[in-house]
T-cell receptor, first 116, second 116 residues
Framework: NAGVTQTPKFQVLKTGQSMTLQCAQDMNHNSMYWYRQDPGMGLRLIYYSASEGTTDKGEVPNGYNVSRLNKREFSLRLESAAPSQTSVYFCASSGNFRGERNQPQHFGDGTRLSIL | AQKITQTQPGMFVQEKEAVTLDCTYDTSDQSYGLFWYKQPSSGEMIFLIY??????QNATEGRYSLNFQKARKSANLVISASQLGDSAMYFC?????????????FGTGTLLAVQP
């Protein structure tokens, strides 16, 4: 029972390099999310997708792009990495809220990204 | 604007004692959901408990219970009979308004250390 799988687990980039973080879920969830976690700031939403083919900006979208490739996969791309994007990135998925009272998000194990 | 506040950066508790982690929230919505997640040192995010704004009873899940005081806008997590494995970061989160997704707003977290 894989749940939410993120790759890679660790990555070091140089400033200006590009990279795509991959995320896949096998729970047939409609919604998927990308968060970043910085020390002392909790998790902040970067982008989310309510369904296949739709994406929306979250709290901190600048410097990122996303693609909802299909229902299972939601990727996050850094086009030109900056040191300020050094963080731990989490992908999550959940069923849609409508009609469901309790829809906890299920998280991947995170990607630790360092940009030098 | 919606906001989650966790005022305790860190806490100690003796093994087998109960501990309360504080969480206050701010929202103008009538319908909302509150979640608690645990993040051990290994980094993954583990869903613990959920409370809906219209739930009349406080949520319980094993040793976890949620002390929900709607008028005070607080949703404190109570862990009974603490165990060494409870040492972790704990995040309170609220379902953010808008759309059909279940996107969350997180607090900054409380680091709990259980002492033998």
């Amino acid at each position: 029972n894989a749940g939410v799988t993120q790759t890679p687990k660790f990555q070091v980039l140089k400033t200006g390099q590009s990279m795509t973080l991959q995320c896949a879920q096998d729970m047939n969830h409609n919604s998927m999310y990308w968060y970043r976690q910085d020390p002392g700031m909790g998790l902040r939403l970067i982008y989310y997708s309510a369904s296949e083919g739709t994406t929306d900006k979250g709290e901190v979208p600048n410097g990122y792009n996303v693609s909802r490739l299909n229902k299972r996969e939601f990727s996050l791309r850094l086009e030109s990495a900056a040191p300020s994007q050094t963080s731990v990135y989490f992908c999550a998925s959940s069923g849609n809220f409508r009609g469901e009272r309790n829809q906890p998000q299920h998280f991947g194990d995170g990607t630790r990204l360092s940009i030098l | 604007a919606q906001k989650i506040t966790q005022t305790q950066p860190g806490m100690f508790v003796q093994e087998k004692e109960a501990v309360t982690l504080d969480c206050t929230y701010d929202t103008s919505d009538q319908s909302y959901g509150l979640f608690w997640y645990k993040q051990p040192s290994s980094g993954e995010m583990i869903f613990l408990i959920y409370q809906g704004s219209y739930d009349e009873q406080n949520a319980t899940e094993g040793r976890y219970s949620l002390n929900f005081q709607k008028a005070r806008k607080s949703a404190n997590l109570v862990i009974s009979a603490s165990q060494l494995g409870d040492s972790a970061m704990y995040f309170c989160a609220m379902r953010a308004k808008g759309g059909a997704t279940n996107k969350l707003i997180f607090g900054t977290g409380t680091l709990l250390a259980v002492q033998p």
